[in-house]
């Protein structure tokens, strides 16, 4: 079992940057990726970004540039770095963890309480 803590969401003006932490804790040496999705009001949980447990990382075309997952070194802390925020970048961010495939899909099998980030232009 693995449980999944963020913090650092808040509310920042258009342009400004916020940092996103996810403690993890359990059975972290078995997770296979971790990530960050995001629900902006009204709409569906998308992927931001995700990390493998080589550090290949992947990010939603509409963050390229601007924002940086990692992990801290003891690969306990999943980390957002979010830059030139914009007020589409609002929503409950969610840390999830340890991607599972089921045929040609896939899910990940642990999720945080979210944090909220509030972008206002």
């Known amino acids: 079992q693995v449980t999944l803590v963020e913090s650092g969401g808040g509310s920042v003006q258009a342009g400004e940057s916020l940092r996103l932490s996810c403690a993890a804790s359990?059975?972290?040496?078995?997770?296979?990726?971790m990530a960050w999705h995001r629900q902006a009001p009204g709409k569906q949980r998308d992927l931001v970004a995700f990390?493998?447990?080589?550090?290949?990382?992947s990010y939603a075309d509409s963050v390229k540039g601007r924002f940086t997952i990692s992990r801290g070194t003891a690969k306990n802390t999943l980390y957002l770095q979010m830059n030139s925020l914009t007020a589409e970048d609002t929503g409950v961010y969610y840390c999830?963890?340890?991607?599972?495939?089921?045929?040609?899909?896939?899910?990940?099998?642990?999720w945080g309480q979210g944090t909220q980030v509030t972008v206002f232009s």
């Open positions: 359990g059975s972290i040496s078995r997770l296979n990726a």
């Open positions: 990390i493998t447990g080589g550090d290949s990382t």
């Open positions: 999830a963890a340890h991607r599972v495939s089921v045929g040609s899909g896939h899910y990940w099998r642990y």
